[in-house]
């Protein structure tokens, strides 16, 4: 059984190399902007300015604000998500979970001003829902200030917390299936006895991810969070790197963002490995691969309730969206050679960066230990694009036109962002596969390039699929990289869409969002349908 | 514009391969222009003017973007004076300071006798080219009676709620707090408190405030005197007005300088001539959605009539340069409240 620090995978020795030369990619891209940034800032940066901004109020108290309201979403999003998750496991139809898996896979792609005025228009003072209780005569509470960036922070991140835990689940060895079945497990025990242990892994991972994604958070934050006393750090930095271009500050306070929520994420992701649970049932799959649990019941009314409210919840707002950009006729906004030109750009970038991500959780995954797998990627997470994004600016444009290779960078930094992402889905799926296989592969001398034709690549085919779809969506709804590089000439659907905002077209602005929406939405349906399609090693999970 | 486009296109494939093969060839050369997106949008002003500018120097008119005047500056920063730009359109005045003592521009040489803004102007470095005021925007069909005066408004019932920006990341957000400022002077922390009770939230920027508007969220948002004539032309929708302040209203000029690049174009003077004639001017309103700074050849359409207050407010821009971070941080304390 492989010990937990171990590679997930048998490897030669050139896949090794291969791994490292992505990590010290990856590091390079990452350090490369703060060293320029600290060679720039060299004039304006005095090591008492540090201890300034370490005890400025104002920075402490982002900072504190920060840290809670990430650490309250976190622990929020992963509390609603196992529900879920359970929920979704227990209804048997197929389509209902394909449903939910889709509409799950949206939320992120969402650019920020745009999930921020879809989840007012369906839970704001003058909202749906307030509609509704005033009909009631009975009151609406306000989500401005902590509870709507937390409604917002659920709203992104839960689904994608299902999600992750859902494709984890569905490398689970079947067996288990059976045995939980054989034991009679039911309900809550089956989950704490069988799914947690399988999930109970990714929990740390999946934890730092989304509280990197909240601490970073910033238009929402904003925009819900009723006034500057909800302020995160990410704000500052955004403040002093693009209002006042104070590169010593911006150093300052991202290198404060970097320790702390660095610290954090190491805690979480260095928690407890344990082994994948009960390994040792690796048995020939084929016969149990068609085992169909049938004592499950069919239609359980509180996990169908439960799925109804989370659906619901994070389905109203693309209702929003999809009532006002059908309102804003959409296809005449879509025919514009302008948006024809953004979406070009977008999906090329969008699968440029996806390939790239692919490519690196890849190698990674199968020659990096596991630990380097849980932490250096999401590592990655720590720097605020803006920050990649200029530091990078600078340091090419001693050698060339910086804008020129803008694309490159902006496909090159997307994919950096998107590779935790891909590996938290594939991680469990190439652990199971180790598992299952590895004494079969090295039993028949399978290895090198044959193994990932023949043995890797063609049972996994789903999880490499989905988190390409993940990737290529996470590039599409990138604003944060693109806002700074964007130009005329380099023009994204976000970025267009923001353009429209400012313009007064907030109407067309919500068509392309729709447009960016669906064209996730093919995508990441288009990722299972093929994926499915005749064959992964086991039809469907259940 | 769709040339543009098809470039924009055309680039993504051919990833870093650089801007060769890009410029037109015309007979005086080519004038480089950074300006901020929505003046080269489909629907704004740039497609017209790039129009009318070439069919008169008989040169290639290239404008590239930022995102907006902030972006700008920082784009001139981040090149380090080693762009492409010959001539920057898009600063406002709460920029020129800075942007001045980077040394990135050079004196204009224009005798200033065509344009015109409230208070004058006689900055040897900088142009402007449209000006506009802060105002409170209102839905008339949730308020019948809006405030005459920034007095009232602080002081009136905070169950109507307004959506402002946040001065650290947005230029409206900086204006209204320049605006208070200029009212209120040292004695400005109890409107700032006011404020705080009547403000729904503060966004990033614009958009998300004017987004929240729009959708019906809250009655009220700082934005400028012309935006109403937007809706009226554009959307033919009158239910949003700008509500005129006794005070007087703040303002917002944008301008244009020559690069140190720019000096050694000739086509730069030729553009800044341009800048201010009808030609150009007559474009503006309805496209920039702000005021022309010189004869437009033409009468304003009158649902503009009521963007134009009487009396104008705004501080000099090395006050504004010099108390800034200072203003800002009152502001936040009292805020944050």
């Known amino acids: 059984m492989a010990r937990s620090d171990e590679p997930l995978i048998a490897h030669s020795s050139y896949s090794k190399w291969l791994a490292r030369l992505v990590l010290i990619a990856l590091a390079v891209l990452c350090l490369t902007p703060l060293v320029a940034l600290g060679v720039l800032a060299n004039a304006s940066l005095r090591f008492d300015q540090a201890a300034l901004i370490l005890t400025d109020p104002v920075v402490l108290r982002a900072l504190r604000f920060t840290l809670i309201q990430a650490a309250l979403s976190t622990v929020l999003s992963i509390g609603l998500a196992i529900p879920v998750l359970m929920a979704l496991r227990q209804i048997q139809y197929a389509w209902v979970q394909q449903t939910v898996r889709l509409l799950f896979s949206l939320p992120l792609v969402l650019p920020q001003i745009v999930a921020a005025l879809a989840i007012v228009a369906v839970f704001g ?32 991140n839960m689904p994608l917390a299902v999600r992750i835990f859902d494709q ?93 929520t660095g610290m954090i994420v190491l805690t979480l992701s260095l928690g407890p490995q344990s082994e994948l649970g009960g390994s040792n049932f690796s048995i020939s799959d084929q016969a149990t691969s068609r085992f169909v649990v049938v004592d499950r019941p069919r239609l359980r009314f509180d996990s169908f309730a439960l799925l109804i409210v989370a659906f619901l919840f994070v389905g109203l707002p693309f209702g929003a969206i999809i009532i006002d950009g059908l309102s804003a006729n959409p296809l005449q906004v ?84 998107a590779l935790p992402f891909v590996i938290r889905i594939i991680e469990q799926a190439l652990k199971t596969h180790r598992v299952r296989h590895g004494p079969l592969e090295a039993q028949l001398g399978i290895n090198g390039w044959s193994r990932w034709r023949l043995s890797v690549l063609p049972a996994l085919k789903l999880p490499f699929l989905t988190g390409f779809a993940f990737a290529f969506a996470l590039s599409l709804g990138d604003f944060g990289v693109v806002a700074l590089f964007g130009s005329d000439r380099l023009q994204t659907l976000p970025y267009l869409i923001y353009s429209n905002f400012g313009s007064y077209r907030s109407q067309d602005a919500i068509a392309l969002a729709l447009l960016l929406t669906s064209l996730v939405f093919s995508a990441i349906g288009l990722a299972e349908l093929f994926a499915r399609y005749d064959g992964s090693e086991r039809a469907a999970p259940l | 514009m769709r040339i543009k486009h098809m470039r924009a296109f055309g680039m993504m494939l051919i990833a870093a391969v650089s801007l060769a093969a890009t410029q037109a060839k015309a007979e005086n050369g080519t004038l480089t222009v950074y300006t901020y997106d929505s003046f080269v949008a489909d629907w704004g002003p740039g497609p017209q003017v790039e129009a009318a500018f070439e069919a008169q120097c008989d040169c290639d008119l290239e404008f590239v973007s930022a995102a907006d005047g902030v972006a700008l500056l920082n784009r001139l920063r981040l090149e380090g004076g ?256």
């Open chain 1, 125 to 156: 003072q003058n909202g749906w829902f307030a509609a509704l209780t005033n009909e009631l005569q009975v009151g609406w509470p306000s989500i401005y200030g902590l509870g709507g960036i937390l409604l917002a922070h659920v709203f992104f």
């Open chain 1, 168 to 260: 984890t689940l569905q490398s689970m060895p079947p067996e288990y299936d059976k045995m939980a079945a054989q034991l009679g497990l039911k309900g809550f025990h089956r989950f704490r006895l069988v799914e947690a242990v399988v999930i109970r892994n990714s929990v740390g991972g999946v934890a730092s991810l989304i509280f990197f994604l909240c601490a970073t958070s910033f238009t929402v934050v904003l925009m819900l969070g009723g006034g500057p006393r909800s302020t995160t750090l990410e704000v500052a930095i955004y403040q002093s790197l693009a209002f006042d271009f104070d590169l010593g500050r911006a150093l300052l306070l991202i290198l404060l963002q970097i320790a702390v």
């Open chain 1, 334 to 417: 879509w025919a514009k050679p302008s948006v024809l030109a953004a979406t070009a750009t977008s999906v090329v970038i969008g699968v440029a960066s996806a390939f790239l991500a692919t490519l690196f959780a890849l190698v990674l995954a199968g020659a990096a230990s596991t630990r380097t797998l849980a932490v250096v990627p999401t590592l990655a997470l720590v720097f605020p694009p803006i920050v990649l994004s200029a530091g990078w600016l600078l340091t090419i444009r001693q050698f060339v036109d910086p804008f020129a290779f803008a694309p490159a960078l902006v496909i090159v930094i997307n994919a950096a962002m």
């Open chain 2, 82 to 337: 080693n762009g492409r730009a010959d001539i920057v359109l898009g600063l406002d005045t709460n920029l020129t300071e800075e942007a001045t003592a980077a040394g990135f521009f050079v004196e204009h040489g224009q005798t200033l006798s065509e344009t015109s803004v409230p208070g004058g102007w006689d900055d040897k470095f900088f142009l402007p080219f449209d000006y506009g005021y802060f105002a409170v925007i209102y839905d008339s069909e949730t308020i019948s009676e809006p405030p005459t005066s920034m007095a009232e408004f602080l002081a009136a019932d905070a169950s109507n709620k307004i959506v402002i920006q946040d001065p650290r990341t947005s230029t409206p957000g900086l204006g209204l707090m320049l605006w208070l400022r200029e009212i209120y002077g040292d004695e400005w922390e109890e409107a700032l408190a006011k404020l705080n009770e009547r403000t729904l939230t503060v966004t990033p920027g614009w958009s998300e405030a004017y987004g929240l508007f729009t959708n019906g969220e809250v009655p009220m948002v700082l934005s400028y005197t012309t935006s109403p004539a937007y809706h009226i032309l554009a959307e033919e929708i009158d239910r949003y007005k700008a509500a005129t302040f006794e005070e007087g209203h703040y303002m917002q000029i944008e301008v244009a300088g020559i690069t140190t690049k720019g000096a050694d174009n000739p086509l730069s003077t030729v553009f800044m001539e341009f800048m201010v004639s009808s030609g150009f001017q007559s474009i503006i309103p309805e496209t920039n959605w702000m005021l022309p700074v010189a004869d437009t050849g033409a009468e304003l359409d009158p649902a503009f009539l009521n963007a134009i207050p009487e009396k104008a407010l705004l501080l000099a821009p090395e006050t504004v340069a010099a108390q800034r971070k200072q203003w800002v941080d009152e502001w936040l304390g009292v805020m944050s409240r």
